[in-house]
């Protein structure tokens, strides 16, 4: 995978894990190895302009996902293609990581991210349950393998 991340947040975080879950996620789902993804972390007052400017949202958030190649159907078969950025608030994440750390809480939402990328949502009750089921089941087996 061509995964690139930036770190403008200010915090201190283990981006070579950030980079090895979204790989793996992706190469879970079956996309193509040669994709393209990108992954910035920023701090909670670039999170709060993107949250407002992209979903008419007031405050900050912890992820945003931005969908390059929406059209497209993602898969190792069909080749590669640039599935779109990630966009992660550290501080954000810290605040909501209850019975885990901050990694932890980074990690979850990377795979999140890249699940948005992919076209799941979680707006509707049988949305939701299949896409934190995979969420979940992609971190296990993620942590399993290391």
Do not use: Y
Not at 107 to 130: I, M, N, R, Y
């Amino acid at each position: 995978m061509g995964i690139e991340i930036a770190n403008n947040s200010g915090v201190a975080c283990n981006e070579d894990e950030i980079v090895e879950v979204a790989a793996f996620a992706l190469d879970k789902m079956g996309i193509h190895p040669d994709s393209d993804l990108g992954i910035t972390l920023v701090d909670e007052d670039e999170i709060t302009k993107l949250h407002v400017q992209w979903m008419d949202l007031p405050g900050p958030t912890d992820v945003l996902s931005f969908p390059m190649d929406e059209l497209k159907p993602f898969s190792a078969s069909n080749g590669p293609g640039i599935i779109g950025d990630i966009v992660i608030c550290p501080q954000f994440a810290a605040k909501q990581a209850v019975n885990h750390s901050t990694a932890d809480e980074i990690s979850l939402l990377t795979v999140h991210g890249v699940l948005h990328l992919l076209g799941f949502d979680h707006v509707q009750p049988d949305e939701h349950k299949v896409m934190f089921d995979l969420q979940d089941k992609t971190l296990a087996d993620w942590r399993n393998q290391r």
